[in-house]
């Protein structure tokens, strides 16, 4: 079946850090791949997306490629600001849509000013 | 106003108990969803429903009951709430993208 698997947290960085979630995914086919970004008390909202393989998805300084030779979808961030600080899932639809999701585990990011 | 909205926010039972919680959606879209979200199992789906017409079984659907009211309304009951069923659900609902209700938080003592 699919799956998810993220790296685990909690992640702890100083403002102005470099930062980067590894995602890893197995499924058949050609799956799109999303990131969500869960803020505290709140429901899960879209940060980015990929649906073929090396598309980069992009928002609010956020990155993520698609690889599907490795089979990952790493998120990454030149500066981190401590109003990012939250809870981040890796997911993946493997109907090409953002249909039926698959969901990691979630990482905690917490940024220190 | 919120694109979907869940009622109640927070809610504690007692075991035994039935519970209903429920959800709305103004954007429209035909598909609508139920999650539960436990501390480092990120979200796992229990109910999902393309229409009005067409309920389906998740991952972990075993206690778990779904009524399909409206386009618009999508409730989960706990028929008899157990302790191991205390965990933060979501409601979601998509179109292309899935958007997702701010959660509720139950409670089963």
């Known amino acids: 079946g699919n799956s998810v698997t993220q790296m685990e947290g909690p992640v702890t960085l100083s403002e102005e850090a470099f930062l980067t979630i590894n995602c890893t995914y197995t499924?058949?086919?050609?799956?799109?791949l999303f990131w969500y970004v869960q803020y505290p008390g709140e429901g899960l909202q879209l940060l980015l997306k990929?649906?073929?393989?090396?598309d980069k998805g992009s928002n609010k300084g956020f990155e993520a490629t698609y690889r599907k030779e490795t089979t990952s979808f790493h998120l990454e961030k030149g500066s981190v600001q401590v109003s990012d600080s939250a809870v981040y899932f890796c997911a993946l639809s493997a109907s090409g849509s953002a249909r039926q999701l698959t969901f990691g585990s979630g990482t905690q990011l917490t940024v220190l000013p | 106003d919120a694109d979907v909205t869940q009622t109640p926010r927070n809610r504690i039972t007692k075991t035994g108990k039935r519970i209903m919680l429920e959800c709305s959606q103004t954007k429209g879209h035909d598909r609508m969803y139920w999650y539960r979200q436990d501390p480092g199992l990120g979200l796992q789906l229990i109910y999902y429903s393309f229409d009005v017409k067409d309920i389906n079984k998740g991952e972990i659907s075993d206690g778990y009951s779904v009524s399909r009211q409206a386009q618009a309304k999508f409730s989960l009951s706990l028929e008899s709430a157990i302790p191991n069923q205390t965990a933060l659900y979501f409601c979601a609902t998509s179109g292309y993208e899935q958007y997702f209700g701010p959660g509720t938080r139950l409670t089963v003592t």
């Open positions: 990929a649906t073929k393989a090396d």
């Open positions: 499924a058949t086919g050609y799956p799109s």
